[in-house]
T-cell receptor, first 110, second 112 residues
Framework: GQQVMQIPQYQHVQEGEDFTTYCNSSTTLSNIQWYKQRPGGHPVFLIQLVKSGEVKKQKRLTFQFGEAKKNSSLHITATQTTDVGTYFC??????????FGTGTRLKVLA | DGGITQSPKYLFRKEGQNVTLSCEQN?????MYWYRQDPGQGLRLIYYSQIVNDFQKGDIAEGYSVSREKKESFPLTVTSAQKNPTAFYLC???????????FGDGTRLSIL
């Protein structure tokens, strides 16, 4: 079945450093979504990518969808303490079912 | 405010007992989902429903059951057959195959 690998599992950065998490699928994806979950909270939708090679930006966050639509990345420039949390990718299967990655837990040291 | 309401926030289960987790949404979404999250882990799909009176098993449906009698409601029952039920349970809803999912605040289930 379809699998989604997300790396790294954990990342500790100094405030102001950049951060990147990667999402890799064994199959071609119809679309990919990114979510953020704060400690003790629930996942909150950040963005969706649909097109091959698509790049979207939200302030300090840059999201990219691979040319082959099998991988995606989330890059945060100059991290802040408010960026702390776990970032998940969720791969679209072309149905209502989504496969979530295992997540990358980000800690930002002030 | 539109949103998803899960209750209770905390739940304790005795051995051999079935418990039901509530999930209600007023977003008028067709699809609803149940996920299980274990400490430090990702979200694993238990069941999902695309429309009223229809639902499909996810990746870890064994020991769980659901119903979808109303569009707004998608309760999850954790049966005694689920031998390791301690986890954080998240309900979500969405409208369409490529629309974002909106999550409730979750229910933390523990074994007594």
């Amino acid at each position: 079945g379809q699998q989604v690998m997300q790396i790294p599992q954990y990342q500790h950065v100094q405030e102001g450093e950049d951060f990147t998490t990667y999402c890799n699928s064994s199959t071609t994806l119809s679309n990919i979504q990114w979510y953020k979950q704060r400690p003790g909270g629930h996942p909150v939708f950040l963005i969706q990518l649909v097109k091959s090679g698509e790049v979207k930006k939200q302030k300090r966050l840059t999201f990219q969808f691979g040319e082959a639509k099998k991988n995606s990345s989330l890059h945060i420039t100059a991290t802040q303490t408010t960026d702390v949390g776990t970032y998940f990718c969720a791969s679209g299967t072309g149905t209502y079912k989504y496969i979530f990655g295992t997540g990358t837990r980000l800690k930002v040291l002030a | 405010d539109g949103g998803i309401t899960q209750s209770p926030k905390y739940l304790f289960r005795k051995e051999g007992q079935n418990v039901t987790l509530s999930c209600e949404q007023n977003l008028n979404h067709d699809a609803m989902y149940w996920y299980r999250q274990d400490p430090g882990q990702g979200l694993r799909l238990i069941y999902y429903s695309q429309i009223v009176n229809d639902f499909q098993k996810g990746d870890i449906a064994e020991g769980y059951s659901v119903s979808r009698e109303k569009k707004e409601s998608f309760p999850l029952t954790v049966t005694s057959a689920q031998k390791n039920p301690t986890a954080f349970y998240l309900c979500a809803s969405g409208q369409g195959k490529t629309q974002p999912q909106h999550f409730g605040d979750g229910t933390r289930l523990s074994i007594l």
